[in-house]
């Protein structure tokens, strides 16, 4: 197979040439910070906070991770309306997803 | 007859994207519900137990880091694999792509030492309820990587036929599969600090 197509699309699949450039450092900015970060999280563990600072630090970092994935590895920084949407859905069912289960256990019912 | 799929490679007029993009984050949408029912079945468990064991009595926290930065440098070969495809740069896309793959097959020999030293303790996901949310969650993590490194490895190999014909139709394909890939790097990095680290 050839290194490269003889008639190549001008799009880019869509973007151009800067576009990718622009992906690409960010992508490798990303993965700096995406390894700094995991240092944190483990450095974290080790200071043995107290356990509630420890889950909202863990939690803080791993959310943070994610939308550094979710945004430049996934590209939704520049994606359309129609995905926002359509995760903005995905959220909404996901809170109750969440909170549902655990709000039963704070559900105590009380015998006299 | 032939009945070719719309909008494979020119974005839809109305949506402004290609189908199979607008498919892919359906599919990503439908396993953020699958793992964040999970997620809350770990909350619920945790909640629920007036002994939860840190993650470490059980668990091997350096390998589990390695893992975390095997699954990162994935996702960014990931973005190379694609990136070069974008480029017109076919080698390149194979050099990335099979580093991806490589990436995968690391992470799952890490796991199955990870596994196996529960295993040779005895430690099984019917030990305890830690174990088994444990086992659940990293099992079906698991199968997503195996998942993503089998449609990787079809575009690595006879499915980079497309690139031939048609180059662009294979790079969204290509941009679709590294969504899912980034999806299992997302996962596990919630994954990592709440069964290994909290």
Not at chain 2, 68 to 90: E, P, Q
Not at chain 2, 185 to 195: A, R, S
């Amino acid at each position: 197979m050839s290194d490269s197509h003889e008639s190549k699309p001008a799009s880019h699949a869509g973007h151009s040439a800067e576009e990718i450039d622009r992906h690409v450092r960010a992508a490798y900015y990303v993965f700096g910070s995406l390894l700094m970060l995991t240092g944190f999280t483990v450095g974290a563990y080790f200071l043995h906070l107290p356990k509630h600072l420890a889950i909202t630090l863990a939690l803080a970092i791993a959310v943070t991770k994610g939308t550094l994935v979710a945004c430049w590895f996934m590209h939704l920084v520049s994606e359309r309306k129609l995905i926002f949407w359509m995760l903005a859905l995905t959220a909404v069912l996901f809170v109750p997803l969440l909170l549902l289960p655990t709000l039963t256990v704070a559900d105590h019912i009380h015998l006299r | 007859m032939s009945m070719e799929i719309p909008y494979t490679v020119e974005a839809r007029p109305d949506t402004g994207l290609t189908n199979g993009k607008i498919g892919i984050w359906l599919f990503l949408a439908s396993e953020v519900m699958l793992f964040g029912a999970l997620f809350a079945s770990y909350v619920m468990l945790r909640v629920g137990n007036a002994h939860w064991p840190p993650g470490a009595t059980y668990l091997n926290i350096p390998l589990a880091t390695l893992n975390t930065v095997i699954l990162i440098s994935s996702s960014v070969t990931m973005v190379l694999a694609w990136a070069s495809l974008a480029r017109h740069d076919f080698a390149k896309f194979r050099v990335f792509m099979g580093i991806t793959i490589l990436c995968g097959f690391g992470f799952l020999t890490v796991k199955y030492f990870e596994y196996s030293a529960k295993f040779h303790h005895e430690l099984f996901p019917a030990t305890n309820t830690f174990l088994a949310i444990y086992f659940t969650l990293t099992g079906l993590h698991g199968l997503h990587v195996i998942g993503g490194m089998a449609v990787n490895g079809y575009l690595w190999g006879p499915g980079s036929k497309l690139w031939k014909t048609d180059p662009v139709h294979f790079t969204n394909r290509v941009e679709n599969a590294g969504l899912f890939w980034h999806l299992v790097d997302l996962v596990w990095i919630f994954l990592f600090p709440i069964l290994y680290l909290l």
